[in-house]
């Protein structure tokens, strides 16, 4: 499982090193994912936004999911 976090600096904060705020995704592991690098799906669920990514590619792009839809997917992908 992957405990990696990907820090956000808020865009308030400035250069100078004032009023540095950064918030953090932690990102999960699929159960189906294996140590031989096949099916790994990763997901970062934020109150707003679903995360979701490929941790396979270096620089994934990330899939950004309300939580009705992400709920609406995973209904889906269960049936």
Not at 21 to 29: D, G, I, K, Y
Request: charged share 20%; proline share 4%.
């Amino acid at each position: 499982m992957s405990t990696a976090l990907k820090w956000f600096k808020s865009s308030y904060s400035g250069s100078e090193g004032g009023q540095c705020l950064e918030v953090a995704l932690a990102w999960r592991t699929s159960s189906y994912s294996n140590d031989e690098g096949g099916a790994c799906v990763e997901v970062a669920a934020c109150p707003s936004t679903i995360h979701v990514r490929d941790s396979k590619l270096s620089a994934s792009p990330e899939l950004r999911l309300a939580p009705q839809a992400w709920s609406s997917l995973t209904d889906w992908v269960r049936r």
